[in-house]
């Protein structure tokens, strides 16, 4: 059988726009011979349409799309996935569409609710299996979540399935790709039928979608894999009688910094531009955040779309001015100096009979950055440039980052990046090109709100804070296993929390591109007001 896997960026909502992609991606795959074409889970809407879904105009738009598709399929199967009502139910469904008709339609049966899934709230659950003739070919259709569970890839197999087709809409995470291999592979060996697996791509606000589409025989072997975050159609030979002979050696997969580098710039790229916009601008302190920002909006939109601004105070370094003035000359972006210790010192003339004898302490710091947040907001409402926010998952996570200062904007790229990937992730783009002053990367961290500032003034040393982080909020590890981890016991205490107590600050913060197991987004839903922090079980 040929097939044609649709690895698609499409986007939410934008009914037009996706229904073209979908028919010129079906014309590539005619153009090619295809007998088969599959295209990603909710492809004609995006993922997750969330509560479009509660919309009987942009239903009925799914279901004429649906329609309008199928009355160009002559010579040709098409596996397409569309958002459906049927009856007073609400299906995840995908539709076959072939010689101008729907000839058949599956329901999702296993809908995920868990982390960033919340599919039952708005889909109900499919009970029959769907097994199709294609060029003599009997393939069971299935729908993302399915394969992840045994039953109904099963069932489709004893239903008379020669191999199996799933429609996907499964977002990156940093160890997902290969869970998903895996998966694939035993799903393929267990059962003994070739499978293909179609993916979305593309970001869609916080999630991003790799891609990774997939052929295996039925021996578990992986005959082809389309390139991570690259949309195309992408046409095979797929051999369905048994496994393959030799099977193709494939091109080595890219290093952990490599990809995830690649899920920001297209979580970048995608919300810029997706939400109607070109240019970004981001305030650029000469430290190690702000550095890693500039290089991934320069490398996701073009040095001619990126603006700095540089805005020094008293405390501000030479070194700080003199590495952000050289990377922004690197980079080739404009560069702007507004130094604020005039509107400072207004601030505190008119604020001091208020403050009175009052000792300074955060107040005064904090002001800093709000001033520095006015400066960008100001410059972003302005230039209509969409304003990018620096800071990383371990400073929100522990509440370092001033609300309404230095977490303004409107989307963070290192919102789900620990403090020791950012410098991963800095080094990793030094080898691209020369990018991020060297120096910036080895200084000690600080944010320069105060004399000879560091950042462990405040907190844990960053190996130590986002080896507890990533046992507390991925790993969901009680106090007691994270000391036993080798992590001191009043420390853990500190940091956990501190966790709690930012919950408010974190639901005021832009959103982000979200690269780990769990991200403060959709995965992360801990109550804001809660005495469960004053009773951590665990006693210094």
Request: aromatic share 8%.
């Amino acid at each position: 059988m040929r097939i044609a896997l649709a690895q698609l960026n499409v986007c939410m909502g934008d009914v037009g726009n996706n229904l073209q992609q979908v028919k010129d991606a079906i014309r590539q795959a005619l153009a090619q011979q295809a007998d088969l074409i599959v295209f990603p889970e909710l492809a004609l809407a995006g993922y997750p349409p969330e509560d479009l879904v509660f919309r009987p105009d942009f239903l009925a738009q799914m279901q004429a799309g649906v329609e309008e598709i199928a009355a160009g399929t002559q010579g040709i199967t098409v596996i397409l996935g569309a958002p459906l009502r049927r009856g007073n139910d609400l299906r995840n469904m995908a539709c076959v569409l072939r010689d101008g008709a729907i000839v058949a339609e599956y329901a999702k049966q296993c809908l995920p609710n868990y982390r960033v899934f919340d599919e039952k709230r708005y889909f109900t659950p499919g009970t029959e299996t769907l097994v199709i003739d294609v060029v003599g070919v009997r393939l069971g259709v299935l729908i993302c979540e399915d394969i992840w569970e045994d039953a109904p890839a099963q069932v489709a197999v004893a239903a008379g399935a020669e191999a199996l087709c799933v429609l996907n809409a499964s977002p990156f995470s940093h160890d997902k790709p290969e869970q998903r291999a895996e998966l694939l592979q035993r799903q393929a060996a267990s059962n003994r039928v070739p499978l293909a697996y179609a993916n979305l791509v593309g970001g869609q606000d916080e999630l991003v979608f790799d891609g990774d589409s997939m052929l295996l025989d039925a021996a578990g072997n992986i005959l082809f894999r389309a390139e991570a975050f690259e949309a195309g159609v992408f046409v095979q030979d797929w051999e369905i009688a048994g496994a393959v002979a030799h099977p193709p050696a494939l091109p080595p997969r890219p290093d952990a910094e490599s990809i995830i580098y690649k899920a920001l710039l297209t979580g970048i790229r995608d919300y810029v531009r997706k939400n109607g916009f070109s240019r970004v601008l981001l305030g650029l302190s000469g430290g190690i955040d702000s550095a890693l920002v500039l290089a991934l909006a320069v490398d996701a939109l073009g040095a001619e779309n990126v603006e700095a601004v540089m805005m020094p105070f008293y405390y501000t370094s030479t070194m700080s001015v003199e590495d952000a003035s050289q990377q922004a000359e690197w980079l080739g972006v404009r560069y702007r100096h507004l130094p604020i210790e005039g509107v400072y010192d207004s601030f505190m003339s008119l604020l001091a009979p208020e403050f009175g004898e009052l000792p300074e302490d955060v107040t005064e710091q904090n002001l800093q950055a709000r001033i520095r947040g006015v400066l960008l907001m100001s410059l972003s409402n302005k230039l209509g440039s969409l304003l990018l926010s620096t800071s990383n998952k371990s400073e929100s996570a522990v509440g370092y980052a001033t609300l309404y200062g230095d977490m303004a904007g409107a989307f963070s790229p290192l919102k789900d990046v620990y403090k020791m990937q950012v410098y991963q992730l800095a080094e990793y783009r030094n080898t691209l090109g020369r990018a991020i002053p060297q120096r910036v990367i080895e200084r000690a961290p600080s944010a320069e709100l105060a004399p000879g500032q560091v950042d462990q003034d405040s907190l844990p040393p960053y190996p130590v804070l986002d080896g507890i982080l990533q046992r507390f909020i991925e790993g969901d590890q009680v106090l007691e296993d994270i000391v036993a981890d080798g992590f001191d016991t009043v420390t853990v205490r500190r940091v956990v929390n501190l966790v709690l107590l930012s919950e408010y600050k974190r639901r005021q913060a832009a959103p982000g591109v979200r690269i780990s197991g769990r991200g403060f987004g959709k995965d992360w839903r801990y109550p804001i007001t809660s005495a469960w922090r004053k009773n951590l079980p665990l006693k210094p």
